[in-house]
C-alpha cells in the first residue's frame, strides 16, 4: 500500500467518528448539499495529508463528514480535474480515499453540456455508461493488486442496480430524471460544435470534464458507482450561443433544490441496512493531530483510536 494513502486514510480516521457507508463527490456548483449533512465535520482539502486542492471556481475543496438520514456519508465538496495540470494518479485520491475509509457506494456527480437536443439546461441525466476521451487511464502504471485486478471489468460501472434504485427514489420524489451516456474530456476549453457531432454520433448524451477517471478507480475497488449529471447548458453547436462557466453556476443554483432533494432521498436508500465494514484495511500510520473546525467553528478533538 502507497504510504501516501496510509497516512491519509489515518489522517481523516482520526477525525471521523463512525466510518462512512456512502460517498458523494459534488460537481461545479452543486455544493449546496453538503450544507444538508447532519454533525458535520469540515476538513479543507489543503489539510489533509496527500490530497492536492483544486483551484476551480465552484469547487469549494472541502471534506464533509457526517450522517444523512441516518446514513455515515463523507461528501467530497470539490474535485481534482485533469485539465488542472494534476497527473490521473492525484485526480483519483479523493475518490480512491472514499473507498478506503469504507464507503460501498459513492454517488459521483457532475456538471454537464447537454449533447442529446431532447435535453433542456436543468435537466437531472442518470449516466448509464461513459466514454473516456481523456486519452489516458488513471490505471496505466504498475497495478496495486490491494485496489483490485489488472484488467477490471467495467460493464456495469455504473451499477445497474443502483440506477434501477435511483429511477424508483427519483419518482416518489417526484424529480424528473433523464437517463444517458457520458463522455469525457480533456478540456480545458470547450468543445467544438463538429466534435460534438461526433460525440453524438458515437451515442454520448452529455459530455463533460470529469467523473470518468474516478468512475474507473472506484469500479477498479469494487465500490458500486451511481452517477448524476445537471445538464447546467446545451453543448456547442446545439443552440446558436457561446458557452460560459458561469451559466453552468447560475443553472446549478437554479437547480439546487430539485438536486439536494433527490440526493438527500438517494443517499438514505443506499444506505438503507449498509453496515459500516470497511474495504480495505490500510497499515496504521501516525500523523499529527491537527485540530480541525466543525460546524461551528469550534476545534474538534480527535475520537479515541479505533480497533480495527
Keep these: 500500500m502507497d504510504a501516501r494513502f496510509a497516512e491519509t486514510v489515518e489522517f481523516l480516521r482520526e477525525r471521523i467518528p463512525v466510518p462512512p457507508v456512502v460517498g458523494v463527490i459534488l460537481g461545479s456548483g452543486l455544493g449546496?448539499?453538503?450544507a444538508a449533512v447532519e454533525d458535520r465535520l469540515e476538513i479543507p482539502y489543503a489539510r489533509i495529508p496527500g490530497f492536492p486542492?483544486?483551484?476551480?471556481?465552484g469547487h469549494a475543496g472541502t471534506l464533509v463528514a457526517g450522517s444523512l438520514a441516518g446514513v455515515p456519508i463523507v461528501v467530497l465538496s470539490g474535485r481534482i480535474h485533469f485539465y488542472e495540470g494534476h497527473p490521473m494518479s492525484a485526480v483519483?485520491?479523493?475518490?480512491?480515499?472514499?473507498?478506503?475509509l469504507g464507503c460501498r457506494d459513492v454517488v459521483v456527480t457532475n456538471a454537464a453540456g447537454g449533447i442529446d437536443k431532447a435535453f433542456s439546461a436543468g435537466d437531472l441525466m442518470l449516466i448509464s455508461?461513459?466514454?473516456?476521451?481523456?486519452?489516458?487511464?488513471?490505471?496505466?502504471?504498475?497495478?496495486?493488486?490491494?485496489?483490485?485486478?489488472?484488467?477490471?471489468?467495467?460493464?456495469?460501472?455504473?451499477?445497474?442496480?443502483?440506477?434501477?434504485l435511483a429511477k424508483a427514489v427519483a419518482r416518489r420524489v417526484r424529480v424528473p430524471l433523464r437517463e444517458g451516456v457520458y463522455v469525457g474530456v480533456t478540456v480545458p476549453s470547450y468543445e467544438t460544435p463538429a466534435e460534438i457531432r461526433a460525440f453524438r454520433t458515437l451515442g454520448a448524451h452529455a459530455v463533460g470534464m470529469s467523473t470518468v477517471p474516478e468512475v474507473i478507480a472506484l469500479s477498479h475497488m469494487g465500490v458500486g458507482v451511481l452517477g448524476i449529471s445537471c445538464i447546467t447548458n446545451m453543448a456547442a453547436g446545439v443552440l446558436k450561443k457561446p458557452l460560459r462557466h458561469d451559466e453552468v453556476l447560475e443553472t446549478t443554483r437554479r437547480v439546487k433544490d430539485r438536486f439536494v432533494r433527490l440526493l438527500t432521498a438517494l443517499v438514505a436508500a443506499i444506505g438503507e441496512g449498509r453496515s459500516p465494514d470497511r474495504l480495505v484495511v490500510v497499515p496504521s500510520r501516525k500523523s499529527p493531530r491537527a485540530a480541525v473546525k466543525t460546524?461551528?467553528?469550534?476545534?474538534?478533538?480527535?475520537p479515541a483510536r479505533r480497533k480495527r
Design 129 to 164: 455508461d461513459h466514454i473516456n476521451l481523456f486519452g489516458t487511464n488513471p490505471l496505466v502504471g504498475p497495478n496495486d493488486d490491494s485496489f483490485g485486478a489488472r484488467f477490471p471489468d467495467m460493464s456495469d460501472a455504473y451499477r445497474s442496480d443502483l440506477r434501477r
Design 295 to 302: 460546524k461551528g467553528g469550534r476545534p474538534a478533538k480527535a
Design 53 to 57: 486542492a483544486s483551484a476551480v471556481v
Design 32 to 34: 449546496d448539499f453538503a
Design 92 to 100: 483519483v485520491t479523493p475518490a480512491r480515499v472514499l473507498g478506503l
